[in-house]
């Protein structure tokens, strides 16, 4: 047991006893300690609080401190109540933090956060139980009315033929819609718990904390109370905390209090931080005060209700289908109960022994009531077969795989529509660097003056003076930081790709202390880079000499106007006139030909600037960006990724257009362009093809509209003009695609109808605006997301041909049958187990059909194609026309054709009908081409499922004869029906050889 006093003249000793703790947590309870004593002085008059704060770590826990009171001070925003904690730093000492380097982090110290505080999780509402979807599936009307008909069916079945055989009927129609509805709640629940899944991954994000001094990225959800976690422009706050250091940090709390101004946090007005809210500008770090359900977005989330009924596109599509498809059913339906009940009151329809079914004289009520319902049955059945109810499910089974399968291929989508939107893509509007370039910077060429300073002779070459302003500019004006664990390790740098480059740098090249030079300055003010300035700056002051000086970083152009004067190799300072200012443009666009991006270093030192009080906050005057000295040019090199030249070519090859918008220079714009394809060869030299954002920002509304089309590559862009080209393109009809990674595109984001974010270097406002999450930052999972939702599109397209093909034929015989005979030839039941064929398996084998490389060579849907197009009508009428023909012939002349009697004639009708649908299946794999086996060997789920469906059909015929109204076919009556259906597939190659109109016909259906 080891014991810590502390003292002096004018108080207490405190003494405490510690069991066995470590130097670094012995410092830390010391500073606690210490900082308790300055509270009891302070605050002599609240003797309850003094007392509390006196009675620290105890057992060595957080005794001063619980998560229900810190949550009340962020909750509350009371400046008093956290000086009456001992301010920010008391808050720290008390929960064991450094606010430099942060919390110890080991597995004990996390673990001991964890169990004192809570995880960083958030409470989920209860998922969606199989019960539930079974509920949802109750709910349908068809099934409420065939339920109803059920019942009717099994009471008077019972009572006319006994408890034994009177329950048949209406249990094969009970047995069938239960099926129906076990099946599809069984795909639906699935699908719910992989979207679950889905959801948590892209919850998942990485944020930047220190710990024992060291920056690391961690998950969000490994974040702790105590922890010091770093925030920069875009970063969405990850938990409730306080401002510890930082600069002009602003955040937007629109997702907490609804409005739109961004506040302003500060160490003394405004430090309170929220978990939810989002870092419009500047950057800083927070002191972690409440995580997971202890945080003010926990407590709201914990009472906001997460379902959610919108409608992707294509749903939306999908229901007009259905209903126009529903309407035409309907129509059917009711036709055949009009005329079912007409024959049956006028004695035109006959029993099974060949009388007349009714007699007005002779006929009970019984069993007229029960002829009724039997003809309610098969007309409300025929409505069930005709409504493409599966078409949801086939959109949702679609979905769910493909999402599944983008995942492994680098791309997760956040939203159920972007998969199927991608598919109709036209345009590709992508940033350039880290999606088409490495992102990997690094300093290829540095010029001092007009001087291309070699790397060996950086030190030799330059004088000492020069060397240390740009030690001190890389060291001060800049967001990331350097960590040395200990002397013989390497330099870890962390920060932006640019960041990071600069920074090694100058601890490579030029020896630059950082930690030391940025402990021998104080900055007085920061102006932090964003998309519109492209530069920053900072104003420091030096603890030496106490003289203050100002150091600029960024985009080279817009650094060399504010020169006056440049720095040469031996340290002289020459005048920087229109002439000399030519010869650095032309350095500058030499650098940016060779694909480098140019960043310029500017320095000035100032005279001492006054500070005024406004309302007891001091405020430094804006930093000045006139008359500076330009201390040297850096030439940054991100190589294009070696794949993305062939991603850009498969576009194009399928007909999308891809665009480069990018705030580099003209000169880098073009070179990377070229490198990738998306400039061809002679096109860099076209005004057309290559402009400036401000060039299109001045068009007229006109000018643009004609000229957006022909424009490959924007150069020196803002969000606005992002933001505009997106509007343009999507007005003249196109669907539009754009890649993000920061705050800045958020807009252009939300606008296109697909927003790619990126997944390592994306902000989090950038992927909360996104709908899919690129998580290699790489254009070539762009292309394979638009295979993939290419893939989508046409899934649904060749279920929606075999599922109508089957509604037609299924409509038309028993349209036809009831008309002429008064008899429908497919019963209830049997027309429920081809419904089940059709919409629950066949959604599932062709929903899982893999993208071919064929997609790619089609030309983009785009929004007016219509989703049944002519070639799927061709192939439809052409396969319902032969199963019409082949089952009226067996059912008007199948008893004399085969010499068989009536139920197995029905039989053979059901069984050549189901067989028909399963050689069809096979047809829709390929809408054109006439191979529809190709590569049928890799897809074993499809296989499965046919195998699956003729097993169940062979039961249905043999064995279940009571249940499905058939009777027990001879293996060459099996034969015959084999061979029938098997005619559908030289029927399926010879109609492809039919050319189709390009005017759309039955537009009205889809």
């Known amino acids: 047991m080891s014991s810590i006093s502390f003292g002096n003249s004018n108080s207490h000793e405190i003494s405490l006893d510690v069991p066995h703790i470590t130097p670094i947590k012995r410092w830390h309870i010391a500073f606690a300690v210490i900082y308790s004593s300055r509270a009891f002085l302070s605050l002599h008059k609240e003797s309850k609080l003094v007392h509390k704060r006196c009675e620290i770590f105890p057992d060595n826990e957080f005794s001063t401190v619980d998560k229900t009171s810190l949550a009340l001070l962020l909750k509350e925003k009371n400046p008093d109540q956290l000086r ?71 009471a008077f079945g019972i009572k006319e033929n006994g408890p034994k055989e009177g329950w048949y009927d209406g249990g094969s129609i009970l047995f069938a819609v239960f099926l129906v509805i076990a099946v599809s709640s069984l795909s639906n629940y699935r699908q719910s718990r992989q979207f679950d899944k889905l959801s948590k991954v892209s919850n998942d994000v990485e944020v930047e904390v220190v710990r024992t001094g060291r920056r690391q990225r961690i998950s969000i959800f490994e974040i702790v109370v105590g922890d010091v976690v770093c925030l920069k422009i875009g970063d969405q706050v990850p938990a409730d905390g306080l401002f510890l250091d930082g600069h002009s ?16 946090i500060s160490s003394r007005q405004n430090p309170f931080l929220f978990a939810g809210t989002k870092v419009v500008d500047g950057y800083a770090k927070m002191l972690v005060t409440s995580v997971g359900m202890s945080t003010t977005w926990g407590l709201m989330t914990h009472q906001i209700s997460l379902d959610s009924s919108e409608q992707t596109p294509l749903q939306a599509r999908l ?21 079912l009940l007409v024959r049956y009151f006028t004695g035109n329809t006959k029993d099974r ?137 390497k330099f870890e740098f962390s920060g932006s790709p640019t960041e990071k480059a600069i920074l090694s740098w100058a601890v490579d090249e030029l020896n630059a202390d950082v930690e030391e030079l940025t402990r021998s300055c104080s900055i007085q003010h920061v102006e932090t880079f964003n998309s519109e300035k492209k530069r920053s700056g900072v104003l420091a002051r030096r603890e030496v000499d106490s003289t203050t000086h100002v150091h600029w970083k960024g985009a080279a152009e817009m650094v060399l106007e504010m020169c006056s004067s440049y720095y040469d190799a031996s340290g002289l300072t020459k005048d ?69 030249r062939r991603a850009v070519e498969d576009c194009r090859h399928a007909g999308v257009n891809v665009k480069m918008i990018t705030g580099d220079n003209v000169f880098t714009a073009k070179a990377i362009a070229t490198e990738c394809g998306i400039l061809k060869p002679g096109q860099a030299m076209s005004s057309e093809a290559v402009i400036e ?42 669907v539009v695609a754009v890649t993000g990674d920061g705050t800045n595109d958020a807009p252009a984001l939300k606008e296109a109808d697909i927003g790619l974010s990126m997944g390592i270097q994306g902000t989090e406002v950038a992927k909360e605006s996104s709908d899919i999450v690129i998580l290699d930052d790489n254009f070539a999972s762009v292309a394979t997301v638009l295979r993939w939702g290419r893939g989508v599109y046409n899934n649904i397209q060749k279920f929606i041909q075999f599922q109508q093909t089957v509604n037609v034929a299924a409509l038309f015989i028993n349209f036809v049958a009831a008309i002429s005979s008064g008899e429908v030839p497919l019963t209830a039941v049997q027309l429920l187990w081809v419904n089940l064929i059709m919409d629950t398996l066949g959604a599932l084998a062709l929903a899982t059909e893999q993208p071919t490389e064929e997609l790619m060579e089609n030309p983009p849907v785009g929004r007016s194609e219509p989703l049944i197009t002519n070639i799927m009508w061709r192939n439809l009428f052409a396969q319902a026309t032969y199963q019409i023909a082949v089952l009226l012939s067996i059912q008007f002349e199948g008893k004399s054709m085969f010499g068989v009697n009536e139920k197995v004639k029905n039989t053979l009708v059901f069984n050549v009908f189901v067989l028909c649908q399963i050689f069809n299946e096979f047809n829709a794999r390929s809408l054109e081409k006439k191979n529809v086996f190709k590569g049928i ?49 030289p029927i399926g190659w010879v109609v492809k050889f039919i050319p189709v109109p390009q005017k759309p016909i039955l537009s009205f259906l889809g």
């Open 576 to 644: 920087l006139n229109d002439k000399e200012k030519e010869k650095f443009e032309r350095i500058i666009e030499g650098m940016a030909a060779s694909s480098l991006r140019c960043i310029a270093l500017a320095h000035k030192k100032v005279e001492v600037e006054e500070e005024k009080e406004n309302n007891g906050e001091k405020e430094s005057k804006r930093i000045t960006e006139e008359k500076l000295t330009l201390l040297g040019l850096l030439g940054l090199k991100d190589p294009c990724r070696p794949e993305v």
């Open 249 to 264: 940090l602003q955040v937007d709390e629109s997702s907490m209090t609804g409005e739109s101004d961004h506040v302003e």
């Open 937 to 985: 060997e890799r897809n074993k789920l499809f296989l499965g499922i046919v195998g699956v469906t003729i097993v169940f059909q062979v039961v249905m015929v043999e064995f279940l004869k009571r249940f499905a109204s058939t009777e027990r076919l001879s293996l060459g009556q099996w034969g015959l029906c084999v061979g029938i259906a098997a005619f559908s597939w």
């Open 353 to 489: 022994n060949g009388n007349k079914a009714f007699n007005a004289k002779k006929t009970e009520s019984d069993d007229i009531m029960n002829s009724v319902v039997g003809i309610v049955a098969a007309a409300v059945t025929i409505v069930v077969v005709a409504i493409p109810e599966g078409l949801p499910l086939a959109v949702t089974l679609t979905l769910a795989y493909s999402m599944k399968r983008m995942m492994a291929d680098k791309a997760m989508a956040r939203k159920l529509s972007a998969c199927e939107t991608m598919g109709s893509a036209t345009t590709i509007c992508t940033d350039k660097t880290g999606t088409l370039t490495l992102n990997q910077m690094k300093v290829t060429e540095f010029w001092i003056g007009q001087e291309s300073i070699q790397k060996e002779a950086y030190i030799s070459l330059l004088d000492s003076c020069v060397v240390d302003l740009l030690r001190e500019g890389v060291a001060l004006n800049t967001t990331g930081s350097v960590y040395r664990p200990n002397p013989v390790s």
């Open 84 to 154: 009456a904690f001992g301010g920010i730093h008391g808050i720290a000492s008390a929960l064991e933090t450094d606010a430099k380097l942060g919390i110890h982090g080991d597995c004990e110290d996390i673990a001991r956060r964890n169990e004192a505080f809570g995880s960083n999780t958030y409470a989920k509402h209860p998922a969606k139980s199989f019960l539930h979807f079974i509920w949802e599936a109750f709910k349908d009307l068809t099934i409420v009315i065939l339920l109803g008909c059920a019942a009717l069916s099994l």
């Open 319 to 339: 229901n007009k289908l259905t209903s126009s498809i529903g309407k035409v059913g309907l129509a059917v339906a009711f036709l055949v109960l009009l005329v």
């Open 693 to 734: 954002g401000s060039e299109f920002r001045n068009y007229t509304a006109k000018e643009r509209m004609e000229k957006v089309d022909k424009i490959c590559v924007m150069a020196r862009s803002s969000p606005f003009d992002k933001l505009l080209m997106v509007q343009c393109l999507r007005q003249k009809g196109h």
